[in-house]
């Protein structure tokens, strides 16, 4: 389960730290015809990307091994050759020492992802740091792990057609190797020879025997280019829009329809949001209020202020661990829209005390720092609650120095626990837990873990937490909703069924004018979603209640 601020990702080809939402790479690149969203036009770093939701193809002309050595390349067996086992034509398998350092990363990457369920952006910039792979070959690595990732619904639906098989029947090894080299063909700069005829060294390396096998499908996908694989293997848009969005930008399709189905039906804005969805994200920080200032801070670092939230950074580069501003406390790694909700509830108006804040599913500590910096602001005190202890420990780390209190409890313990107790608090949070499929840009493999079946758990344990959150805040007092997932089934009827379920009384407050004054894009109200594709954050979503009873 995560959300919130627990979206981890770099991909900037580095090790990183020393935030709760670690980095949030910048990408140049081809951009044609890419929609215009709200982070263009806000002196965030560009994310660039092609049509289709591509990511980046600039700075990558590299051949094999980082320098094309003109090797002519040699004919392999068809297609329906052996892709096990087998002693090459070309000689001895050449080892790893044949590939370059940033493919065999990646590889090692994609293979950890899809073999032991490890997560691409834990395991890469410690692969890259151990193996000492730095600057732009780190970069290149970088790219080629999350792209293929991102893209392997299309990439697999390609593969199979040139390799005339379902790719689960190709062996692991080889078949991760194939993905890498038909990313590099159809999404990157890298010419298609070398891309080839690199994959075909790094097959020999981990898949001896496939290389011929490997050669003949990868010159077959070289033969069309992207545009005309898609109009090869996806569904006509007329007849299937979904499948055709599916295939086309690389997402299941039950997540194409939930987003289709949030954006009130609309093909072009799930289009737009599916391509945001396949970039990578910049950096923000969140400014810790009291500590620092985002225009000021923006200046000292070389960044850009948020275009929407008063606390938000744009970084312009490098990797925030390196940033003494978070070494020391003064701001966190953060996205807007996180920033934005919690800023929501806290300016949220109200009647009577304002000193009991609670924040029920702190973990790892993202809003709560955020909320604990505004409360030392306003006399106001925050119980931050978490039910994992390593996270409650992030928590401890995020509010340290702020009028705060960490509880390692259930949130559900409302009135059970004497810290929790019912009507004690005036505003309360809850940040529920979710399938985060409004931060798919940040988890390059979460599309294809997540599956339709999370949700059931999942929406039983939002609404036990928003009835818990009911309990524990005082008449007259105010609840905060969020998710970081716009799957309306996590969000409005969450929400409703909460509420529902509950004897207490609840009134919806109009969450529109707790955000920036022109924000746009803000919807019918009383509820907020915010979007990539719109407003340049996660897929934020924000219901603020009033208790009458
Ligand atoms: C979406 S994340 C919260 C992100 C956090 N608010 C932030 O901004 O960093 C949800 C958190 O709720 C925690 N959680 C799950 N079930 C819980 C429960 N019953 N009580 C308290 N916390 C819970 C999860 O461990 C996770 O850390």
Redesign the pocket.
Known sequence: ??????QGGSERGGPEGGG?ESGRPESGGADRGRPETASADRGRPESGGADRGRPERGGFDRGRGGSERGRSERGGRDRGGSDRGGRERGGPPRGRDAVDPARQAAYDAVAAVHRDDAYANLVLPGMLRDRDVRGRDAAFATELTYGTLRSRGTIDAVLTVAAGREVDRIDPPARDALRLGVYQILYTRVPPHAAVSSTVDLVKAVAPGASGFANAVLREVASRDLDAWIEQVAPPAETDPVGHLSLAYSHPQWIVRAFQEALGGSVDETTRLLIEDNQAPGVTLCVRPGRADAVELAEEIGGAPGAFSPYAVYLPGGAPGDLAVIRDGRAHVQDEG?QLVAAALADAPIDGTDERWL??????????GLLAALAAQRGAHLTA????EH?AKLVSQAVAGFPATVLHT???DVGKDPDLPEEGFDRVLV????TGLGALRRRPEARWRRQPSDLPPLTR?QRE?LTAALRAVRPGGLVGYVT?SPHTVETHVSVTEGTRRSDIAVDFVDARPLLPAGMPGLGTGPTVQLWPHRHGTDAMFLAVLRRTS
């Open positions: 389960m995560h959300g919130g601020a627990d709760f996180s924040d029920l599913c702190a973990g790892p500590g993202g809003k709560a609650v978490e039910v994992t996270r259930d949130g559900r940040d529920a837990p979710c344990l937490l970081c």
